[in-house]
């Protein structure tokens, strides 16, 4: 059943061919009909092969399938093969299905916009090139699908380009992932100096072979790690990401919640038994992780764009994964990508219903008791959130509390701290989102108003699936309380994660932390509740109260600013000094001065060039003579 | 038999006397005269070197400059009649067109 595993990335990407060759003469209903079928069927053999895995024995694992020999240059061999094994079945699985359903929305979304096929040429080239980064069997196949889903992500976040904003966030998006890409790139290349091949089979069992030494693991994996920032938008290199919102919102959803920007967790994770063998790029992954995690979150406290919340939510989500990863339980951080992907898509195709409805409002200050109005988007939003707050029985709970679990058993209790301390938060800033949203007095703007309606099915029925999905994808891993090896993800993963000395908490302490997480969750909620519900004066007093700290988050910690004077406006300066001293001066010198020396030197010659033909037989013969006598004597 | 320094030294003389012609007159005929007395003076002395050395190779030269200086003659006189039908004179110093 997993004969056929290799045709998942090929299926977008022949889709992709199709509609670049022939796109702008096919029918809008056929675009749309093929881009959402290729996506199906690459989801429909994911399935397939997923079933076929779990029938497969762990020594035949990963299954490769070596499509051809790409690269070959001296001692350099590089193939391209797309691999199967636990954890790529989990990401195309995610990654297929969560993109079929944000397919079908965006059929209703993009209905009436002009670029409709452009729009689904990218998306599907985006499946591919994201298929390709999680099958590939080595990392420069890897490198490819990493590249291509940058090269699309700048693509649909600059979707319409004529608008000034997004054409420079695209911009953005791509630089400050370039920074990520070079040392990602770095990290690559030292793999393959001192292991010399780039195939994850053989890396992991160079490395258990002790190909190389621990301070040079943790350099790579800390090169490696900064590709990873640059593209889950962590700090420092987070900042594209908010800006990334001036794409389409479901582009938002796919690549910028479920799938593109949690591709560094799943490399990490790929490249886990590096990280554990190098034991201190793991503690700076927790460390950034949970720095981020509490980082973003704050910045989400104050935003009133709806789609900015739900980014910086998505950066804060982002970093509990790391933290998974950088406590050693990967799987947990791969649990957490894998809930994450449902309720983060949810909640951004509600909030991109919830702007469909408004005519394209974003600023949640101008919303308010949409609940009568939205039938189907206010539940599910109400879901969606209730399961990013880490509420028991919802997919987030289960995921949050496998990491948060793991890191106090692990004694990185200032992570877990940072942990708490961020699900408070996050618990606080989505349900200020909905009481704002679909709560309180209508602040809408009477044009909006006007045009009020719950959105098409095409957008209505993916987000009840998402919605279900959102409540019972995390049964698939429940935590030892429920009862013992009832974490079939966790043991799914098995094959693919070395499992590091897991420490077992006894059933007491385990009891404690899941009533902590969930304490704090009720405790954000009921204190957004107080805030925006019960007394909503409350914020205008604090933010009169505290008017530094406001601003200060309002503006998000000026980091744009700060990194605007620090990097950009240098490089801008730098080279403007370039281009007056070097450009300018040396450059056009050279230039300019080889045309002055000519010119100078025709001048002096022509004074020869007299026109009287005596003194040309003048020249001539003293010539003459000069010749004569040098040859005489 | 005459030596050949006494050839040499009268095809330096027409030589000389070929140069400065060429110098002082100021009319484009006369100075194509005193070209042509040089091509004489350089055939004087092929001649002489190929009487003294008892070669042909010389002589032959001689009969090419000789072919050359007919058709040079008929090129350079027609460029002087031209000269004259356009400005109206031969006179080289009020030719100066190619100047720099």
Redesign the interface.
Known sequence: MTDYFWLIPLIPALSTLILVLFGQKLPKKYVSFQACFAIFASFAISVISFIGLLQTSHEHLPIIKNLFSWIHAGSFHADLALQLDPLSSIMTLVVTGVGFLIHVYSVGYMADDEGYTRYFTYLNLFTFAMLILVMGSNLVVMFVGWEGVGLCSYLLIGFWFDKHSAANAGKKAFIVNRIGDAAFLLGIFFIFINIGSGEFSVINAAIGGGAITHSLATLIAILLFVGAIGKSAQIPLYIWLPDAMEGPTPVSALIHAATMVTAGVYMVARMNVLFTFSGSANSIVAIIGAVTAVFAATMALTQNDIKRVLAYSTISQIGYMFIGCGVGAYAAGMFHLYTHAFFKSLLFLAAGSVMHALSGELNMQKMGGLRKYLPFTYPTFLIGAIAIAGIPFLSGFFSKDAILTSAYANGQYFVWALGIFGAVLTAFYMFRLIFLTFFGNERLEPEAKKHLHESPPAMTIPLVLLAFFSIVAGYVGLPVVAGKNLNFFGRFLEPVIQQAHEVHLSLGTEWMLILISVAVAVTGIFIAWVFYIKNPKIPHNFVAKFPGLYKLLYNKYYVDEIYNTLFVNSTIKGSEIAYDHFDLKVIDGIVNGSAKTTNFLGKVLSYFQTGFIKDYALIFLLGAILLIGYLLF | MIPVNYFLILSIILFVLG?IA??VKRDLIT?FMSIEIMFNAANLAFLAFAKSAGSLDGQIIVFFVITVAAAEAVVGLAIILLIFQKKKTIK??D??????
């Open positions: 140069t060429f110098f100075q080289s110093e030719i100066k067109l190619m100047k720099g």
